[in-house]
């Protein structure tokens, strides 16, 4: 359970989705970010350097940086829009590059800068794309079915819901290049669409750009067999891709969710403190310092389980040591001396007031006899991380 998800390149570059990003970093075992010069440069900002570079070599985060992308190249010829399949790289935004240049910046000091990207670097992989790579997405966005198909799931996904009876989106080639004949009205859809974001415009080439990267970028996450935290349109796309990796990854948010709405109800949540700045990376980072045992026996239950009802049965089990002979035990370890002592000193009275003086400490001997259980950290450390107590 909670074993590893990637985050795509299209959700790291969402701001909202950090919350969310902090979350699973708590909860699962491995958690893969995929960047590229843009989402690499929000995160580092945010974490800033040492942290960032903590995550990954405490094992908490392992990344990706993406030194291109496909996209779509859109040109008007003839006063039709063409359009072509492309690789673009911005210049000096190779990872050995922008890492040294941008912790130096974020450190004021060019030699720690330079050291800080160094231990990245070390631990950061990188992805190439090549033109065979991308054949899979073209020839998926050639089949009409297809698109027909995913388009308006993609746009309800984005939140235009006004769609004629029976569109169409489709894509052909001609002479080397490619169009698009669809039957959408892209002035009415943008108008809609930018009802919920103003600072972009919906038209014919973004949505083709959308199913180009979305394809690839879904099939690069697959790749890592992993669970995968999708940007709206990539979930349609996944959904037709790795139906099996998504439905293990709702499984998990809605065991998450009940598990936090039990156990977390009145104190917030990790995505809060982070969303909200009460909460630094820095903090989580300690935090996770804490979590080994806790998240051990996250992954310890069964992929089908029941997270609460695990969580209630631990914390609620009686252990076999408490049972009668390690009462007995626990008499003589440690009330021994002091029976002893209060004996010699005062007789069977001074024996029992020697009892007595250790009763403050039953909670504390039954921590250490009956062993650790999940509460310990979710009332302890995550209860101070959330409260802000430490």
């Known amino acids: 359970m909670f074993?590893?998800?990637?985050?795509?390149?299209?959700?790291?570059?969402?701001?909202?989705?950090?919350?969310?990003?902090?979350?699973?970093?708590?909860?699962?075992?491995?958690?893969?970010?995929?960047?590229d010069h843009g989402s690499f440069t929000r995160l580092a900002r945010i974490c800033g350097p040492e942290t960032l570079i903590g995550l990954i070599e405490d094992g908490h985060l392992s990344m990706t940086y993406l030194e291109n992308r496909p996209a779509v190249a859109s040109q008007v010829v003839g006063g039709r829009n063409q359009h072509?399949?492309?690789?673009?790289?911005?210049?000096?935004?190779?990872?050995?590059?922008?890492?040294?240049?941008?912790?130096?910046?974020?450190?004021?000091?060019?030699?720690?800068?330079?050291?800080?990207?160094?231990?990245?670097?070390?631990?950061?992989?990188?992805?190439?794309?090549?033109?065979?790579?991308?054949?899979?997405?073209?020839?998926?966005?050639?089949?009409?079915?297809?698109?027909?198909?995913?388009?308006?799931?993609?746009?309800?996904?984005?939140?235009?819901?006004?769609?004629?009876?029976?569109?169409?989106?489709?894509?052909?080639?001609?002479?080397?290049?490619?169009?698009?004949?669809?039957?959408?009205?892209?002035?009415?859809?943008?108008?809609?669409?930018?009802?919920?974001?103003?600072?972009?415009?919906?038209?014919?080439?973004?949505l083709l750009d959308l199913l180009y990267e979305g394809h690839a970028e879904v099939d690069f996450a697959a790749s890592r067999s992993t669970e995968m935290v999708p940007a709206p349109a990539e979930s349609v796309i996944a959904k037709e891709r790795v139906l099996s990796l998504l439905e293990a990854s709702s499984r998990s948010l809605d065991r998450l969710t009940a598990f936090k709405s039990l156990v977390l109800s009145h104190n917030g949540s990790v995505a809060d403190a982070i969303n909200s700045g009460i909460r630094t990376f820095e903090d989580l980072r300690k935090l996770l310092g804490a979590a080994d045992r806790f998240k051990q026996w996250i992954h310890g239950q069964p992929p089908e389980g029941d997270l609460v009802k695990s969580y209630?049965?631990?914390?609620?089990?009686?252990?076999?040591?408490?049972?009668?002979?390690?009462?007995?035990?626990?008499?003589?370890?440690?009330?021994?001396?002091?029976?002893?002592?209060?004996?010699?000193?005062?007789?069977?009275?001074?024996?029992?007031?020697?009892v007595g003086l250790a009763a403050a400490d039953t909670y504390l001997l039954d921590r250490l006899l009956t062993g650790w259980k999940p509460h310990q950290f979710v009332r302890g450390p995550l209860q101070q991380f959330l409260d802000g107590s430490n």
């Open 84 to 206: 072509g399949f492309v690789l673009v790289q911005g210049q000096g935004k190779e990872s050995q590059n922008l890492v040294p240049q941008l912790f130096q910046d974020l450190t004021g000091k060019q030699g720690r800068g330079r050291r800080l990207a160094r231990r990245l670097l070390n631990r950061l992989s990188s992805k190439t794309y090549v033109p065979d790579d991308l054949a899979p997405s073209l020839g998926m966005v050639e089949d009409t079915g297809y698109t027909d198909r995913l388009v308006p799931q993609i746009l309800v996904a984005l939140g235009v819901v006004r769609l004629p009876d029976a569109p169409q989106f489709r894509i052909y080639r001609e002479n080397g290049a490619f169009f698009i004949d669809t039957n959408l009205d892209f002035a009415a859809l943008n108008a809609e669409y930018r009802c919920n974001h103003a600072d972009h415009n919906l038209d014919p080439a973004f």
């Open 3 to 35: 074993e590893s998800v990637t985050f795509s390149r299209a959700s790291m570059s969402d701001l909202t989705s950090l919350g969310d990003f902090a979350e699973c970093l708590l909860y699962y075992r491995r958690v893969h970010a995929v960047v």
């Open 312 to 354: 209630l049965e631990d914390v609620t089990s009686v252990s076999w040591r408490t049972g009668s002979a390690t009462k007995n035990l626990r008499f003589i370890l440690f009330n021994g001396a002091q029976v002893a002592a209060g004996a010699a000193i005062a007789g069977p009275v001074g024996a029992l007031a020697g």
